[in-house]
């Protein structure tokens, strides 16, 4: 069974950085892209970033680049997510996702981020 | 960027009745191979987003034959047919063509 799990959500404060972790199983890890997608409160899905298999390639909108970095260990089935220069804008709801090329086929439950002085 | 507008349903659906959701990309999601880049989503209420349709068309695996995709390169449409209880939720349209991916405002079903 594939399953993703979201860990390092919480309260930071504006400007401060958090790095997010998604452990992954029930599938080979180093055959898929993998993905960060995020939902702020009651809004609605917004695309994070975009990480190739063997980690050489990742893309991002512009409202992240240059803040986030997306990373992997396919040793230890792990996706990560740096996220530095926070913004109340990012306070969300963040998503690890399976990416076979053309969709993202499993989500995991999500961790919180919120970012407030 | 590619620009994802959805339209809204005609809220409660009776149940059993058929539902049809709309979505418009800003630019045609047909790729040179063939094959029309837009998914659909569906997030049952405090759940994660679950893929149901993906190249427009392809029921993804373990998804009800209830649910169907069509379109054309700009205009989509799923089709939710004999609406159930475990239909409820936001149906979110996304496309792949290109980065950034974006994905539509979202359509909220409610059951009658």
């Known amino acids: 069974e594939v399953q993703l799990v979201e860990s390092g959500g919480g309260l930071v404060q504006p400007g401060r950085s958090l790095k997010l972790s998604c452990a992954a199983s029930g599938f080979t890890f180093s055959n898929y892209y993998m993905a960060w997608v995020r939902q702020a409160p009651k809004k609605g899905l917004e695309w994070v970033a975009t990480i190739s298999t063997s980690g050489s390639r990742t893309y991002y909108p512009d409202s992240v680049k240059g803040r986030f970095t997306i990373s992997r260990d396919n040793a230890k089935s792990s996706l990560y997510l740096q996220m530095n220069s926070l913004k109340s804008e990012d306070t969300a709801t963040y998503y690890c996702?399976?990416?076979?090329?053309?969709?993202?086929?499993?989500w995991g439950p999500g961790t919180m981020v919120t970012v407030s002085s | 960027d590619i620009v994802m507008t959805q339209g809204a349903l005609p809220n409660p659906v009776p149940s059993g009745e058929s539902a049809s959701i709309t979505c418009q990309s800003s630019?045609?999601?047909?790729?040179?191979?063939?094959?029309?880049?837009l998914n659909w989503y569906l997030q049952r209420p405090g759940q994660s987003p679950q893929l149901l349709i993906y190249?427009?068309?392809t029921r993804a695996s373990g998804v009800s034959d209830r649910f169907s995709g069509s379109g054309s390169g700009t205009d989509f449409t799923l089709k939710i047919s004999s609406v159930e209880a475990e239909d409820v939720g936001v149906y979110y349209c996304q496309q792949f063509l290109e980065y950034p991916y974006t994905f539509g405002a979202g359509t909220k079903l409610e059951l009658k």
């Open positions: 630019k045609s999601l047909l790729h040179s191979n063939g094959k029309t880049y």
């Open positions: 996702a399976r990416q076979p090329y053309w969709y993202f086929d499993f």
């Open positions: 190249w427009m068309s």
